[in-house]
């Protein structure tokens, strides 16, 4: 009987795991839009000093100083679409290039 509820509580409790980080995520405002994740980052980076600190002196040991990173997820997103659509908007005169050169290549190397 217990061979049989093992693996649905092992189940159960990886979909409650999952379910619970993707609510966080949720609620923290990770899967909104890039205005969203920047709040959300400037709300960990003010939360999680502190909290490395106490766990620090909790359990008696010393990180090495973290580097600074400045990185905007806006501008990120921001030019990650621009790429994108310049890709998009290049693409039928890319296209168009590519076959003549593959058309001229086919008659080259037919004669």
Do not use: C
């Not at 619970?20 to 609620?27: I, M, Q």
């Not at 994108?84 to 005169?93: D, E, G, K, N, Q």
């Amino acid at each position: 009987m217990a061979a049989k509820i093992l693996p649905v509580v092992k189940f159960a409790t990886k979909v409650t795991i999952a379910g619970g980080a993707l609510y966080v995520a949720y609620d923290s405002g990770l899967l909104g839009g890039s205005e969203q994740g920047s709040v959300a980052l400037g709300r960990a980076k003010a939360a999680i000093p502190p909290a490395v600190e106490e766990w620090m002196k909790y359990f008696g040991f010393e990180l090495p100083a973290t580097p600074k990173i400045e990185f905007s997820p806006l501008d990120a997103w921001n030019s990650g679409v621009k790429k994108s659509i310049h890709t998009l908007s290049v693409a039928p005169s890319t296209v168009s290039d590519y076959t003549k050169q593959g058309l001229q290549y086919v008659k080259n190397h037919l004669k």
